[in-house]
């Protein structure tokens, strides 16, 4: 049976080389049998440029350039981690960067897919930076900046975040409902997919044309989360990491 596969927030670090090793188990396995895979952003903790080098990106690429080769389709789509993520980078794994808000059809079943971070719209400190961090003079004011600069600059960003992140309420980091349902009813869809919040599970979402269902990928740690789809629907699953080890 055809199927396509969805991962999100899995926050590649060389400092937990499990979930590499996860990664490279999970695209083996799937090469050549799922009609495509879709990473829905936070593929890395954080991504510096495509003129990265170190050798833990480069065993990513190669596992996704094995996936690829075998003839399965291959997707990325840009997170709050990694929105430097580049068009040589997708090249480089033999799949293609796709806007925020692209709408797919999976099987008969139109789906948008999305990040999430832009539905968080109560965290207006963090929309400001999102602005701006997705602003080409700013990304390009970056990327001229020696290699060791910019990996000093993501590290201070990511504790800068951790320390933002654990002052805020709870639903000031979860979408914002109104939010969903404008994307949702803007195009046309009734099933949304999406990661960022950390926040696995499937919500109904009453929209203008009936209920629709907002899918929410869970960050990789002791579980790895994918959502599968295929012409009988939509289904989240998760596995124990350690179960592949």
Known sequence: ???TLFISDLHL??????????LERLLEEHAGKADALYVLG???EAWIGDDDDAPFNRQAIDAFRRFSDTGSG??????NRDFLLGDQFAAQCGGRLLDEGTVVDLYGTRALLMHGDSLCTLDTAYQQFRTLARNPQWQQAMLAKPLEERRAIAQGMRMQSQ??????????????????IRVMDEAGVKHLIHGHTHRPDVHEVPLSGGTGTRWVLGDWGDLGWW????????RLESWELSRDS
């Open 13 to 22: 670090d060389p400092a937990r080389p499990e979930h590499l090793a996860a």
């Open 74 to 79: 291959l997707y990325f789509m840009h997170g």
């Open 1 to 3: 049976m055809s199927y």
């Open 163 to 180: 320390g933002n992140n654990a002052n805020k309420a709870e639903n000031i980091m979860d979408v914002t409902p109104e939010e969903v």
């Open 42 to 44: 936070d593929l890395f």
């Open 227 to 234: 959502i599968i789809a295929d012409e009988t629907g939509l």
